[in-house]
């Protein structure tokens, strides 16, 4: 090859644009010695750079190709300044031809800057693959604008969905607040925080009611909250609070507003959770001060005809035992007297067991005892009863249990308890009396073998004046006030009641109590 221009040297700029160019690219004088050949060009040929730049171009060409270059293609270039889409071949390295399209354009000189031919070869095999990704690009570009179209009516389509949907909530909406207007209890679903996400009008109402005048509202306004004793609840007891901490609970009963003008209210809360996350409660407020107010005038009236009976019963049944008393009485006077006595026993405690409901949530007087000596008090009592209905009586108690608890009170849950396990125990049944302690807890079992309990028996069993059907046909007396008012001192205590049977003859009943062990 031919000496031909030194190498050119080109701006950073050009050079960077100019070597990683997708086509082969040549630069050469109008004498067509090559100045600069790109990367693209070299690697596709086969060539080094030394080997090509300051070269002639046509030492590129074969023979038949050379000609043609210097005869037709140079020529038009002086005259028009531009060639294109030459068929000509490259002769590489080991003398290989590479089949190509050459277009030329020469520049026009300017001051200082001489004309220059800028080359471009495409090879033949890399213009297929151009053409082929070029037809690519097309097509996907057309499956793109249909995609895109099918994209756009979708989301027309969802945006028309979303607009019925949105139009379909806000009438739920309104229907749900319509709804929860027209009911007569309170409802709010609140968040983590207690602020209401959602509330009627009675639940507002109740608010106002709690609100101190002055305050703006919410649980930071110190909200006039009492417990069932009426004594102001702690912020943390408020049911709201709870019910945002997570809480579920039923009927727990508080009173709202100022002394002199407080309602009482049963709330209950259910916790709103999504999948692993709490995410606020619905609490419900119903308005029970006129079910209070009734129930406590019952209880007045109770405790007033009850105490005004039991003073003339408890004369009779004096005077009756005076009389029984007398060894010389005959035998045709003694016996309608102790039908009067027994009747008039009966009434007696059914008027003690009148009172001591009406009066079961006066306050206990609690002390420190030993419960084994009041649980062989009352066995001791029971004896006669036992041994009435063939009904043996063991025991599994420890030597002591200390307790600090109101020594009469428990002392009739103890004897309301074994009356009736012996009471339900006839012909031969057994009544099994243990007691034990934990660091927290005493717990009493009372165990008989008696008719059992059905399991709606045991759903009712805590019910004033709740009878059996079992107990009613087999005329066993009572008045269905003793597990009640058991139910009620032991509550008083902070303590539980339990109640487990198999309905039939042997399989009896447990009545387990768990009071709270001494501190």
Request: proline share 6%; hydrophobic share 40%.
């Amino acid at each position: 090859m031919a000496s031909g221009h030194s190498e050119a040297s080109f701006p950073a700029e050009f050079e960077a644009m100019f070597h990683p160019a997708p086509t082969g690219h040549l630069v050469t004088g109008t004498d067509a010695n090559i100045l600069a050949a790109n990367d693209t060009f070299l690697d596709w040929a086969g060539l080094e750079r030394a080997a090509v730049q300051g070269t002639s171009l046509l030492d590129l060409f074969p023979v038949g190709d050379r000609i043609m270059y210097a005869t037709h293609v140079l020529p038009q270039l002086a005259t028009t300044g531009a060639c294109g889409d030459l068929a000509l071949d490259i002769v590489g390295s080991n003398g290989h031809r590479h089949p190509a399209l050459v277009s030329v354009t020469r520049s026009t000189p300017t001051e200082g800057e001489p004309a220059v031919d800028r080359i471009t070869v495409l090879g033949t095999a890399y213009r297929r693959g151009y053409e082929r990704e070029l037809e690519g690009a097309l097509r996907r570009a057309e499956e793109a604008e249909v995609d895109t179209t099918a994209h756009r009516n979708a989301l027309a389509e969802s945006e028309n969905e979303l607009r019925i949907s949105l139009r379909q909530s806000r009438m739920n909406e309104s229907l749900l607040r319509t709804i929860l207007n027209t009911v007569d209890i309170g409802i709010a679903v609140v968040d983590t925080d207690a602020n209401p996400v959602m509330k009627n009008s009675r639940y507002q109402r109740d608010l106002d009611h709690a609100t101190p005048n002055g305050a703006g509202g919410g649980t930071d306004s110190g909200l006039l909250v009492c417990g069932p004793d009426r004594t102001t609840l702690v912020s943390q007891d408020i049911p709201l609070l709870r019910a945002a901490r997570g809480e579920s609970f039923s009927d727990s009963l508080i009173w709202i507003g100022p002394p002199g003008d407080q309602r009482a209210l049963s709330v209950s809360a259910r916790p709103v959770s999504e999948p692993g996350e709490f995410t606020g409660s619905v609490v419900a407020y119903s308005d029970v001060t006129r079910l209070i107010d009734a129930v406590a005038a019952k209880d007045d009236f109770l405790a007033n005809v009850s105490h005004e009976l039991r003073t003339p019963m408890t004369s009779i049944v004096g005077y009756l035992d005076l009389v029984l008393d007398d060894p010389d009485l005959p035998g045709q006077i003694a016996a309608p007297l102790k039908v009067a006595l027994r009747n008039s026993e009966r009434l007696l405690r059914l008027v003690n067991d009148l009172l001591a409901t009406a009066t079961a949530g006066s306050a206990m007087a609690p002390r420190d005892v030993d419960l084994a000596v009041l649980i062989h008090d009352s066995i001791c009592s029971a004896a006669l009863s036992a041994q009435g209905n063939n009904v043996t009586i063991t025991t599994n108690i420890p030597p002591t249990l200390p307790a600090v608890l109101d020594p009469l009170r428990i002392s009739q849950v103890l004897d309301n308890l074994l009356s009736n396990a012996i009471k339900f125990s006839p012909d031969g049944g057994h009544v099994a009396v243990s007691a034990r302690h934990t660091t927290e807890h005493i717990m009493v079992e009372i165990t008989d073998t008696g008719i059992g309990m059905t399991p709606e028996d045991l759903h009712e069993a805590f019910i004033r004046f709740f009878r059996s059907d079992i107990v009613r046909k087999a005329a066993i007396p009572g008045a269905g006030l003793g597990l009640p008012i058991t139910k009620n001192i032991i509550e008083a205590h902070h303590g539980t009641i339990t109640l487990t049977s198999e309905h039939g003859h042997g399989h009896g009943t447990t009545v387990t109590l768990t009071l709270p062990a001494p501190q």
